[in-house]
Every structure is written in structure tokens, then in C-alpha cells.
């Protein structure tokens, strides 16, 4: 016999782990319907790599590399990995809004894993950093840019920063779960990507920089990732900054992946 405790208990969750990865899709996709609702979601990817391509190479393409066409291959790689690093801050913002209006309670009373709200929302926003890859690369192309490492390295140099966007994502997302608003988890996300990525080698040579702050460059892992980025794409260069990236993501993954599932299920 079912008693109102029995009714009010939420749906038991034993699932398999092909059912989890089904949800965990289907969570994706209802993120990709919002976007399509709102298309605007997507202004900071579409416009963004066209705008700062635009002022980042007129303004200092003559000054640094003396003029446009020399500063392509040095911007555009700098470009892509600034834009889509950035672009993965969406992904704290957008699941604080969705715990605060309360849709992740809705979601524990259907019968699906826990685990698959957060893990959609971590796939779905690969799609971003796939359109602000594209678009940042074909920019660089209309002015001008044309990587000499060819097609299959350049996809091999997006793809790198689109696994190192996805592996910061949980960074964010982290942040997120325990931030109590999401303009607070904006606003942390900002204060930590932009020092790392403007001081870096990302827009100018790191040996046109003071001494002092030469030492934090060399070390910076956005430097690190703008090399492997440069040397695949302007050269079909595999080297140890490629090597040093990949390693980045493990350790990041490795240690904000648990965090934050644990963040999660504690406030879901």
C-alpha cells in the first residue's frame, strides 16, 4: 500500500550508464532549443571573434609585426584561444540561473540520473566554442590569413582549444553550483580568464614585455596553448606545448570534474 510519504518520495534513479548518457544528450539538446529560442545567447560567440579580430590586428598589427599581413599569423591563433576560453564562462552563468528559477527541482522529481542536467549543459556549450572557432579561423581568413600547416593541422589546433575550453568549463562550473548569484559567478570568471589571457603571448611577443613580467608569460598556460595553436596551424608543428595543453586538461579535469559533481549533488 502507497502512503503520502511513499508519493512524495522522488523516482529511484538506477539506471545504467547508456541510459545516463542518454539523458545527459537529451539534457544537451533541450540547452541548443533554448538557444534557438533565443538566438541572442549567442552574440558573445558570433560577434565577439569578428570585432576583437578587427581591432586587436588594425591597431596593432602595424606596431608589433609592422603591418597586417605579418600580424595575421600571430593574432589570429592568439584570437581563437582568448575567444573560446572566454566564451566558456557561459556555462557557470547559465546553470546558476537555471538552479535559481528552480528548474533543477523540477528535474529531480523525473526519473533520470542526477548527473545528466550538468553533464548536457557541459556538452551542449561544445557547439559554442565550435561556432566561435569557425568564426574566428574564417575571419582571419577574409583579412587575409592563410595557416601554412594546412587543413587537417588547423582542425587539429581548433579542436585542441575547443577540448582546453571544454576541460576550463569546469572551472565555471564549479563556480556556478556554489555561487550564489550569476552575476557573481560572471563576475569571478572574469577576474581570474582575463589576467591569464592578456598577459600572455597571445597578442604580442613575449619578448617585447618587461624582464619581470616575461617570467609569468613563459609560465602561463594560455601561452603554452597559443604556441601549440600557432605552431599547428602556421607550421603543422607537434611539439611539447601541444604535450604541456593536453596534460593541463587532464589535471583540470581531474580535479574540478569531482568537485564539482560532489558541489552538485550536495545542492541538487
Known sequence: MMTRDTLSMPPRRNLSLGQTIQQSLTMAYRTLLKIRRTPEQLMDVTFQPIIFTLMFTYIFGGAIAGNVQHYLPIIIP????QTVITTSIVTGTQLREDMDTGVFDRFKALPIARIAPLAGALLADTIRYLIATVLTISMG???????????????????LVIVCAWAISWIFAFFGVIARTASSVQGISMLILFPITFLSNAFVPAETMPHWLQGFVNVNPVSHLVTAVRDLANTGTVNSNLVTSLVGVAVIVAIFAPLTVRAYMRRT
Open 78 to 81: 592568439g584570437i581563437l584561444v
Open 141 to 159: 581568413y577574409i583579412m587575409g590569413y592563410r595557416p601554412q600547416g594546412g587543413l587537417s593541422h588547423v582542425a587539429m589546433a581548433g579542436l
